[in-house]
C-alpha cells in the first residue's frame, strides 16, 4: 500500500510540475500577445515561471529520488539496523553508552 502511494505521489507530483511550468509560460504568452497587464510581467513569467517551478518541484525530485537510492543501499546491505555495526562495519554485542567509554580525564 505504502509503494502504492509513493507511486501515486510521484506521478502527481509530474502532472503538478508540467502543469504549472506550461501554464505560467502560456499565461505569459497569452498577457504578452493580447496587451493585457505589463510587459514585464508577462515577460517574467515566461522566463522566472520555469525557473521557480524548477526550484520547487526539482527539490522535490530530488527528495524522491535519494528516497528510493537510500532504500536501494539498504536493500543491497542486508536492511541492516542502525546501531548494530561499527564504523567499520563490523557487528557490536551492544551499544557503547557515555558511561561506559573510558574517557581520559584532563589534568588541572
Known sequence: MLRFIASVYRALISLLATGFLAGTIAGGAFMLSTGT???AIAVGLIVLGPLVVVLVFGTLA???????LLHRIADAQGGRKPGLFNSRGRKVQHL??????????LRA
Open 62 to 68: 530530488i527528495l524522491i529520488q535519494n528516497n528510493e
Open 37 to 39: 497587464g505589463s510587459t
Open 96 to 105: 557503547d553508552t557515555a558511561e561506559e567509554r573510558a574517557e581520559p580525564r
